[in-house]
Nanobody, 128 residues
């Protein structure tokens, strides 16, 4: 059974930092790509950060320079370091998995509909 479990969310003031974690189980690491999304209140779900199989990241424009995605393959864990947080970053943050049939994940930001497994989300609230 595929499971993605996020943690690390919380409430911080603007300018603060948080580190999110996503532990993945039940999938072969080479057969799925796992990336970060968020769902701000009143808005559509949006992609935040992805990382290719060879470790090349890509970020949505609204987080470039402030967020850093990383991965520990041995621990099956994906991370999102979030610095210089802004009130607009308030959202439910998810990690999600999509299948890859080439055993390779690109660093292209993809629509949420491509992802078949989702975690329960972790709430991030940034106050001004």
């Amino acid at each position: 059974q595929v499971q993605l479990v996020e943690s690390g969310g919380g409430s911080v003031q603007a300018g603060g930092s948080l580190t999110l974690s996503c532990v993945v189980s039940g999938v072969a690491s080479r057969s799925y790509c796992v990336d970060w999304f968020r769902h701000p209140p009143g808005k559509e779900r949006e992609g935040v950060a992805v990382m290719s199989t060879n470790g090349t990241p890509r970020y949505a424009d609204f987080v470039t320079g402030r967020f850093t995605i990383s991965r520990d393959n041995d621990a099956n864990t994906l991370y999102l370091q979030m610095d210089s947080l802004e009130p607009e970053d308030t959202a439910l943050y998810y990690c999600a998995a999509r299948p890859t049939y080439s055993n390779y994940c690109s660093n292209a930001l993809r629509p949420s509909g491509d992802y078949v497994y989702w975690g329960q989300g972790t709430q991030v609230t940034v106050s001004s």
